[in-house]
């Protein structure tokens, strides 16, 4: 055949090799492609597979860093500390002989305040102490009572120059102090023990599991109006030395029936005043006006209720940076 005479089947079989050849390259860049493809998937699944398994080892900036943060909060919550601290009464050494003293006269300043103040106080009020009008505290347990002992002076005391009308009770959980050097058997239970409800569910003396403060549960029962339980609510939970916490409060109002109408008195009924005489001429002066009978004093049949209130106190003691 003469390719030369046929231009139609030279074109065509160029056309063919032209595309054959082009053909190849695409098929051979492909496999090329699909090669390093596979090639790059394996590597990374085999480094996910490395990450996933292999143990952590941080870079020492990365920990350089870690330890720096642990330093600056260790620092920040020392000199937190620090300014918590005087916040607290301080633990002082007494001996059981000096705390019985101590209570004595603490005892007796607190009546006198009171019957000074015309405020009522329940029979045989101790403060609270009641277990220790006859008897000394341990040598471990004198310095934490004193210390308990001052707080509950001073929550007695504000209710005193608040001018509440009463104090029904002092109640005090045994601190743990207290019952380490008894028996088993014989030793008291703390109140939350007996009854959990009125404790809130928590012991006599309780701290947070890092030990950054402990908080000792006292109870006050009294009887107040609106405005002296306001100041009492007020002056304790501003307090500072020691730093109290009001857990619980229950209030209760002293007239727990409703007035009826035939209870209520009728109005007074007001005398009209007569006109005043009027004065001789030239005399200069003038008779002093008069009133045809009495006003009765006025009957107040709302606003007479006191206010019966428990209140449950924690005196938190703050831990130092020294752990004293």
């Known amino acids: 055949m003469n390719w030369a005479k046929n231009k139609f089947l030279a074109g065509l079989a160029a056309a063919m090799v032209v595309g054959c050849g082009a053909l190849g390259y695409l098929l051979w860049s ?47 919550g020392a000199a937190f500390q620090l300014q918590l601290k005087p916040m607290a009464i301080a633990l002082e050494p007494v001996s059981p002989e000096e705390f019985a003293d101590k209570l004595r006269a603490t005892v007796s300043d607190v009546v006198q305040k009171a019957d000074a103040a015309k405020i009522k106080l329940p029979n045989k009020f101790y403060l609270g102490f009641n277990d220790y009008q006859g008897k000394l505290p341990s040598k471990e347990a004198a310095p934490v009572l004193y210390r308990q002992l001052k707080a509950v002076e001073i929550a007695a005391k504000t209710l005193i120059d608040n001018r509440v009308a009463a104090i029904a009770d002092i109640q005090r959980d045994p601190l743990p102090e207290e019952i380490t050097d008894k028996p088993a058997a014989s030793a008291p239970q703390p109140a939350s023990a007996r009854n959990p409800a009125a404790a809130g569910n928590k012991p006599a003396a309780t701290s947070n599991p890092a030990a950054l403060f402990a908080a000792f549960p006292f109870q006050i029962q009294f009887t107040a109006d609106q405005e002296p339980l306001q100041n009492v609510l007020n002056a304790l939970s501003s307090n500072r030395a020691p730093f109290f916490v009001i857990r619980s409060l229950s209030i209760k109002n002293s007239g727990s029936k409703a007035i009826t109408k035939d209870s209520v008195a009728p109005p007074p009924a007001f005398a009209t005043p007569t006109p005043p005489p009027v004065a001789a001429t030239g005399t200069g002066s003038s008779a002093a006006p008069a009133t045809s009978g009495s006003v009765e004093s006025l009957h107040f049949i709302l606003g007479t209720e006191r206010l019966n209130v428990t209140m449950r106190i924690d005196m938190v003691v703050f831990a130092s940076p020294d752990g004293k």
Do not use: G
Not at 32 to 58: C, H, M, V, W
């Open 30 to 76: 492909s496999a090329s492609q699909y090669d390093e493809a596979n090639n790059s998937f394996i590597k990374q699944a085999a480094r996910l597979k490395q990450l996933q398994t292999q143990p952590l080892y941080p870079e020492q900036s990365n920990l350089d860093k870690v330890e720096q943060q642990r330093l600056d909060t260790v620092q920040a």
